[in-house]
C-alpha cells in the first residue's frame, strides 16, 4: 500500500499558485507515494469551549491526519507569516491536549510566492511551529519558490526544467525521510 501523505494547502483560492505546486508534485510523485489534500477552509476557529462537543469538521479532520503517515504543506505568504487558514488547521490538529494529531509525523514545508523572496517568512514561521508539535521536518532541500506565476502554463502543469528537478530531488528525499521517521509516530501518542 502507498505511503499516505497529507497536503495541507495555506490558500483557498482556487487557481491558488501554492495548490498548483502541490498538484505538479503529486503529478512527479512515484506510486509508493499518495498524495491526499484535506479541506482546511471548512475548519471553525479554534474555541477550547467548542471541545465538549467538537465540530464534525474537526473530528473528521484530526481523523483524516491521524490516517496518515506524513504531512506536506505548501503555503504562501501572508504579510511576512503563515496565513490564518493554515495555522487554525494546527491549532485545531494540536488539541486536546494531549491528543494532538501532528507528534512525531514526519513533515514537508514549501513555500511559493510570485515575489521574489518565494515566501521565505512564512516558510520559518512555520518551521517554528512545527518545532512546537515535535513534527520531524525534512530540512533539505530548501524550497522558496520565487516567481512561482513564471513556472505554470496556461493549463496549469508545470513548464519549468529547473523547478521540476529540484521538485523530483524533494520527493526522492522526503520519501527517505518518511521511510527513517516512520516508526515513532504511532509508538508515543502526545
Ligand atoms: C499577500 N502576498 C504576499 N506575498 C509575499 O511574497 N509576501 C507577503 O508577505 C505577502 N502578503 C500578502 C498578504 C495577503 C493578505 C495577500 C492576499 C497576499 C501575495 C501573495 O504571495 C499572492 O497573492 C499569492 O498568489 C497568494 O498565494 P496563492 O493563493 O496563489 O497560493
Known amino acids: ?85 493554515l495555522k487554525n488547521a494546527l491549532d485545531v490538529g494540536s488539541r486536546p491536549y494531549g491528543h494532538s494529531v501532528w507528534a512525531h509525523r514526519p513533515a514537508a514545508v514549501i513555500s511559493a510566492s510570485p515575489g521574489a523572496v518565494g515566501g521565505f517568512g512564512a516558510h520559518h514561521h512555520l518551521r517554528q511551529v512545527l518545532t512546537a508539535l515535535d513534527m520531524p521536518t525534512l530540512a533539505h532541500p530548501e524550497l522558496y519558490i520565487g516567481g512561482v506565476h513564471r513556472l505554470f502554463d496556461e493549463a496549469g502543469a508545470l513548464n519549468n526544467d529547473d523547478t521540476r528537478t529540484l521538485l523530483q530531488r524533494f520527493l526522492d528525499r522526503f520519501e527517505a525521510w518518511i521511510e527513517a521517521n516512520a516508526p515513532r509516530h504511532n509508538a508515543e501518542p502526545h
Open 1 to 85: 500500500t502507498p505511503c499516505k501523505i497529507a497536503v495541507l494547502i495555506g490558500s483557498l483560492r482556487q487557481a491558488s499558485w501554492s495548490r498548483r505546486v502541490s498538484h505538479a508534485i503529486a503529478a512527479l510523485a512515484p506510486p509508493s507515494l499518495q498524495f491526499d489534500e484535506l479541506d482546511i477552509g471548512q475548519l471553525a476557529f479554534y474555541n477550547e469551549d467548542s471541545e465538549a462537543k467538537p465540530p464534525p469538521e474537526w473530528v473528521r479532520f484530526r481523523e483524516q491526519v491521524r490516517a496518515s503517515q506524513a504531512v506536506l504543506f505548501v503555503t504562501p505568504e501572508y504579510n511576512r507569516s503563515v496565513p490564518a487558514v
